[in-house]
């Protein structure tokens, strides 16, 4: 009965892993006709074949560029994504009821509070003369420590239409600084481990930019 070899031993054959002695007795097996091992054999040698392929092949390097800034993209906006979900909305004063004959007593005034961790977050939102740019009055108090305030941080303001505005807390968490805009704002500031706090405020004073929604 003839003896064959197993699939193991036909993979070492391919690798050139075994003993000049073995190789010999294989080579043997093989010219004596045993077609079972040759097709294992002629397996293996396909399945080597491919890897040297694989190997060798390197995309283009457009491709590569295209596919690291889709991937970059994604997780600056899983990131962003994250930031917002930490934080949560605790006032808003055009969720309030209007008391009748008061509606465009702050038609253009917005008042606003989050917690942020750490921070509790004051915003106070003021569209100027001719609705083109609003004023965005904010506090940043640590709800950890009450006593502490969060002074010195680094605050930017985006209009989401390509202006950006930067400034820094003072001594008591206060900024105050002016935007153009068209109706979206957004709010970010470090955090926890200095990652980013975004507060996204999606047509700031509704629909029309002089109604309450």
């Given at each position: ?44 040698q396909g399945v080597r074949r491919t890897a040297k392929t694989e ?151 509704g629909p029309s930019g002089d109604e309450k929604p």
């Amino acid at each position: 009965m003839m003896k064959h070899f197993s699939p193991e031993e036909w993979i070492d054959f391919v690798n050139e892993m075994i003993s000049a002695t073995k190789k010999q007795e294989m080579e043997e097996h093989l010219s004596k006709g045993c077609k079972r091992c040759s097709k294992t054999l002629s397996i293996w040698q396909g399945v080597r074949r491919t890897a040297k392929t694989e190997g060798n092949y390197q995309p283009p390097n457009d491709l590569v560029r295209i596919a690291k800034a889709a991937f970059a993209g994604s997780l600056l906006a899983e990131d962003q994504k994250r930031a917002e979900s930490a934080v949560e909305l605790l006032f808003d004063s055009f969720l309030q009821p209007v008391l009748e004959g008061a509606r465009s007593s702050a038609a253009g005034t917005r008042q606003l509070l989050y917690r942020a961790d750490p921070f509790q977050v004051d915003l106070q939102l003021e569209t100027q003369p001719g609705g083109k740019s609003v004023v965005v009055t904010g506090q940043l108090l640590n709800f950890r420590q009450p006593d502490i305030v969060g002074g010195n941080i680094q605050v930017m303001l985006s209009n989401l239409r390509g202006i950006v505005v930067r400034t820094v807390t003072n001594q008591f968490g206060e900024f105050r600084e002016a935007i153009e805009t068209s109706g979206d704002l957004e709010l970010m500031f470090p955090g926890v481990d200095d990652k980013p706090v975004v507060i996204s405020l999606r047509d700031a004073f509704g629909p029309s930019g002089d109604e309450k929604p």
